[in-house]
């Protein structure tokens, strides 16, 4: 087995971001606020009280092996309050690839100080602001790098916003990096080959979030469809896929809560929401604590660790609806599970190799290139994304939309995305 080895850490608060390159006649939505439950941090047990997913899925069990030390987590979203009290030392460094932002990724941009990119990073890694108070994340001793975007009209590409922050993320030690976007469309430009075999070929664990029907994504999209990548569906309280507060496509890896959640929002304060947005940073988190209690596993690995502990919701494994089940931590951290030798979820690298010569001109570079990050050139049709959540209070719709070309869902099926519907579940 692979043991990752981890470059050399630039997460200094004055790390600036790369030269951006703007592309102009885009418009871009972003999820604006959620309202807060009060105009100051709710009390401090109403916050952590209602955060049932701490014992019903596993996490404070896992907390008896690892609580994520030494594992870092890259939040590619709106930017991280790291001034709010849950999330006090969390945030070790960052970036902003919009060209708005502040150099270290920590000034939540949008609408009023949009609050999506600090709820995410409470769910994944936040202290909470005492032993029994404020939001805690799923790996409260792991590490965050704040990467900020801005999608709006006169921002520049979302497509390259999202490839840019991926890059950097890889170049700047993260393990683990936390989308809770989508491009409301299967497809997704070649600059995301790029970026995310450079995750790849980095051995980078990549979870996506699949989307939300709520907020007019009904079918998952990418980046959750890219071969490789951990797509999250949502669950209710009941352990029931969401009507609402998740997408359903058959790339779904695992469900986790995606109704009744509670973050923290910039300025101290805390709101409710819902949406996979919610879902993913909780098992971009369990991840964490699966790559602190087995250091010797690579990015396939840790995906291997958390589908194959999952707990079924159906008869069928994998479900086209639940994926390999619902997350379980204590069981992806402690349980017996054989060693894969590739990731169950497919190769991009494999997948690109295999399609994107089929598009226009063929592929320059042999596969060991592609698997280095190397191709074909950046798309240039830009591409819309939406942060997906659904704030509760009040509900708010994601402004998503769509430009770019389209692949087929049958070129999906060839690639090998749609092989793990029946590929078989590790014992």
């Known amino acids: 087995m692979r043991v990752r080895a981890r470059p050399a850490r630039l997460l200094t608060r004055a790390r600036t971001t790369a030269t951006l390159v703007a592309v102009a006649g885009l418009a871009l939505g972003l999820v604006t606020a959620a309202a807060p439950l009060t105009a100051a941090p709710a009390a401090a047990d109403a916050v952590r009280d209602r955060q049932y997913w701490l014992d019903e899925y596993g996490i404070r069990e896992a907390w008896q092996v690892t609580r994520g030390e030494g594992v870092v987590i890259a939040v590619i979203d709106s930017g991280v309050d790291a001034r709010h009290p849950d999330l006090a030392g969390a945030v070790i460094g960052g970036t902003d690839v919009s060209g708005r932002g502040n150099e270290t990724g920590t000034l939540p941009l949008g609408p009023g100080g949009i609050t999506h990119g600090t709820m995410v990073a409470s769910l994944a890694a936040g202290r909470g602001s ?29 497509d390259d916003q999202v490839a840019e922050g991926v890059r950097w993320a890889v170049d700047n030690g993260a393990d683990i990096i936390s989308l809770s976007l989508t491009r409301n469309q299967l497809d997704w430009p070649t600059s995301w080959d790029d970026a995310f075999l450079h995750a790849e070929a980095n051995d980078v664990v990549v979870i996506a979030a699949a989307g939300n029907r709520g907020n007019g994504t009904e079918q998952v999209s990418a980046p959750a469809t890219m071969p490789g990548v951990l797509a999250v569906g949502g669950v209710d309280r009941a352990g029931r896929a969401s009507d609402n507060a998740s997408s359903q496509g058959i790339t779904i890896g695992v469900m986790a809560p995606s109704e009744g959640l509670i973050g923290a929002t910039p300025g101290g304060g805390h709101s409710s929401w819902q949406g996979t947005s919610g879902a993913t940073p909780i098992v971009a988190g369990i991840a964490a604590l699966v790559r602190a209690a087995h250091p010797e596993l690579d990015a396939a690995g840790v995906i291997n660790r958390i589908i194959s502990t999952a707990r079924p919701a159906t008869a069928t494994v994998p479900d086209p609806l639940y994926g390999y089940g619902l997350i379980d931590a204590a069981a992806a951290v402690s349980a017996d599970v054989p060693a894969v030798d590739e990731n169950p979820l497919g190769s991009l690298a494999d997948w690109v190799e295999l399609h994107r010569r ?50 087929a869902l049958a070129v999906l099926a060839a690639a090998g995305v749609l092989r793990f519907v029946t590929r078989p579940r590790s014992q």
């Open 130 to 158: 005492g032993p029994a108070s404020g939001v805690i994340g799923a790996a409260p001793a792991a590490s965050i790098l704040s990467i900020s975007l801005a999608f709006g009209p006169g921002e520049r590409s979302g």
């Open 358 to 407: 089929a598009d226009a001109e063929p592929l320059a570079g042999s596969l060991p290139q592609l698997r280095a990050g190397l191709g074909r050139g950046a798309d240039e049709t830009g591409g819309m994304l939406g942060l997906g959540s659904a704030p509760l209070e009040p509900v708010i719709p994601t402004l998503l939309i769509v430009s770019g070309t389209g692949t």
